[in-house]
């Protein structure tokens, strides 16, 4: 089963708005990984982090890994339409050899 | 830039039958992986290749499961008598592998319903 608690499920802002999204774990990983997904579209990578405390931003958004490595947050600034769609969190860990572990997602909706 | 390319897209069989998924990776990229992924989850592991060796089966993978990916490029996903609870979106991944946490590149997915 999967190890990763995203949150919130759902989000439902104004354009312009930012947006921030959080992702916790009872264990440990090595590299944090956000992906977007689009409805009847695979996941699209965002942003990677490797490095416990790394801030690194891609566009509008920015996300870190958090100190204890159990945690990531990703943040979108001054939100668009095209911004809809699903977060995910994944994480890696180097004893799991290519194994993602996924969060279930947040959904986010655009108002235009 | 070719992405990683799965087909079928769409899939409906009838409980029993066998069906049989192929994914082209990202070209020269040596990992290749499969997941699963159930309506509002996240994917799930299924299974990777390191060229033509598979490496790694996640107990999500019953016996109905088999991929191969016989000359390290492409890659099939056959699941034989399919049951309702094999209803997914099954997604296909790649990437140039140079350590654990190289990223993962994914297809758009085969998405199969058994009726």
């Known amino acids: 089963g999967q190890q990763l608690n995203q949150s919130p499920q759902s989000m439902f802002i104004q354009e312009g708005e930012d947006v921030s999204m959080n992702c916790t774990s009872s264990?440990?990983?090595?590299?944090w990984l956000w992906y977007k997904q689009d409805p009847g579209e695979g996941p699209v990578l965002l942003i990677a982090?490797?490095?416990?405390?790394e801030l690194t931003s891609n566009g509008r958004l920015t996300a870190q890994f958090g100190i204890t490595r159990k945690d990531s947050f990703l943040n979108i600034s001054a939100s668009i339409p095209s911004d809809v769609g699903i977060y995910f969190c994944?994480?890696?860990?180097?004893?799991?050899?290519?194994?993602?572990?996924f969060g279930e997602g947040t959904q986010l909706t655009v108002n235009p | 830039d070719t992405g990683v390319s799965q087909n079928p897209r769409h899939k409906i069989t009838k409980r029993g039958q066998n069906v049989t998924f192929r994914c082209d990776p990202i070209?020269?990229?040596?990992?290749l992986y499969w997941y699963r992924q159930t309506l509002g989850q996240g994917p799930e592991f299924l299974t990777y290749?390191?060229?033509?060796?598979?490496?790694?089966k996640s107990r999500l993978l019953s016996d109905r499961f088999s991929a191969e990916r016989p000359k390290g490029s492409f890659s099939t996903l056959e699941i034989q008598r399919t049951e309702q609870g094999d209803s997914a979106m099954y997604l296909c991944?790649?990437?140039?592998?140079?350590?654990?946490?190289?990223?993962?590149?994914f297809g758009n997915g085969t998405r199969l319903t058994v009726t």
């Open positions: 991944a790649s990437s140039d592998y140079r350590g654990y946490n190289s990223p993962l590149h």
């Open positions: 264990s440990i990983f090595n590299t």
């Open positions: 982090l490797y490095k416990a405390g």
């Open positions: 994944a994480g890696l860990k180097e004893t799991s050899g290519s194994r993602l572990t």
């Open positions: 070209s020269e990229h040596n990992r």
């Open positions: 290749f390191q060229n033509e060796a598979q490496l790694e």
